[in-house]
C-alpha cells in the first residue's frame, strides 16, 4: 500500500447547524457547518417546515400557478381537439354520401 495518500483524520470534529446545535463525528474536515439537522428535521420534529435554500419552493409554486391559470385554455384546447378527431372518426353513411348532406 502506498504511504501518506490519505487525508488528516479529526476523530472529534464539530459539526453545527443553522438551527444552533452542534455535535462531534470523525471526519476529515475539522469543521462542519450544516443547514439542517436532527434537531430541527421535519421527520424527526413532526413539524411541517420548507427547507428551501435555493428558493426552489417559490418556483415551484410559481410553475403551478402558472399551470393553473393556463387550465381551461388547454381544457379547451383539448375538447377541441377531440371534437375533430370525433368528426373525423365517424365515416359517412351511405344515405349521407347520396343525399351530399
Known amino acids: 500500500m502506498k504511504t501518506n495518500i490519505h487525508p488528516q483524520?479529526?476523530?472529534e470534529a464539530k459539526?453545527?447547524?443553522a438551527c444552533?446545535?452542534?455535535?462531534?463525528?470523525?471526519?476529515?474536515?475539522?469543521?462542519?457547518?450544516?443547514?439542517?439537522?436532527?434537531?430541527c428535521h421535519p421527520f424527526f420534529?413532526?413539524?411541517l417546515k420548507y427547507v428551501d435554500t435555493a428558493g426552489q419552493v417559490e418556483k415551484f409554486q410559481k410553475k403551478q400557478?402558472?399551470?393553473?391559470?393556463k387550465?381551461?385554455?388547454?381544457?379547451k384546447?383539448?375538447?377541441k381537439k377531440k371534437g375533430i378527431v370525433e368528426e373525423k372518426e365517424a365515416?359517412?353513411?351511405?344515405?349521407?354520401?347520396?343525399m351530399g348532406e
Do not use: N
Not at 71 to 75: G, I, Q, S
Not at 91 to 98: D, G
Open 71 to 75: 387550465a381551461p385554455d388547454l381544457a
Open 45 to 47: 420534529t413532526g413539524q
Open 15 to 17: 459539526v453545527t447547524c
Open 20 to 39: 444552533g446545535h452542534s455535535f462531534t463525528v470523525g471526519s476529515t474536515k475539522p469543521e462542519i457547518r450544516v443547514e439542517i439537522c436532527h434537531k
Open 77 to 79: 384546447l383539448k375538447a
Open 91 to 98: 365515416p359517412k353513411s351511405l344515405r349521407e354520401m347520396l
Open 65 to 69: 400557478a402558472i399551470g393553473l391559470a
Open 9 to 11: 483524520w479529526y476523530t
